[in-house]
Structure formats: structure tokens, C-alpha cells
């Protein structure tokens, strides 16, 4: 009797080892594949936002530019009104 419980026992055991590394296997490919996944679209939004960076980076250059263009004519229209009042 004891022989034939030490036998199903084991038996339990070895499937439940077996199922246990099967479960894993199937478990970590499944990280593995999302992990692939998630790298894949971070290289891809990577290239996209440094796409988008020099964009505005472009506009940001172009509306300095324009202010400091602005700032230079206040300056001139001020100084031109002080030469009036001045004469």
C-alpha cells in the first residue's frame, strides 16, 4: 500500500515539475515577445519625436528671429521719437 502512494506521489510531483516548466517556458517567451514589442515602438517614437524636435526647433529659431526683428524696430521708433522731441 505505502509503495503505491510513494509511486502516485511521485508521479504528482514529476507532472507538477513538468507543467511548472512548461508554464514558465510559455510565460517568458511571451515576455520576450512583449518586450520586442515595446522596444520596437520606442525606437520608432524615438525617431519620431527627433523629427518633431527639429521641426520646432526650426520654428523656434524662425520666431526669435522675428521678435528680435521686432525688438530692433521698437528700438529704432523709439529712438527716432527722442530725436524729434530732442529738435
Do not use: P, W
Amino acid at each position: 500500500m505505502g509503495f503505491l502512494f510513494r509511486v502516485r506521489m511521485a508521479s504528482f510531483f514529476a507532472g507538477a515539475a513538468t507543467a511548472s516548466f512548461a508554464g514558465f517556458y510559455l510565460l517568458y517567451k511571451d515576455y520576450m515577445l512583449a518586450q520586442d514589442a515595446i522596444r520596437r515602438q520606442i525606437s520608432l517614437h524615438v525617431c519620431m519625436v527627433n523629427a518633431v524636435y527639429q521641426t520646432v526647433d526650426e520654428r523656434y529659431e524662425s520666431l526669435n528671429k522675428r521678435i528680435t526683428d521686432l525688438e530692433n524696430q521698437k528700438a529704432a521708433a523709439a529712438t527716432d521719437k527722442m530725436l524729434e522731441v530732442s529738435d
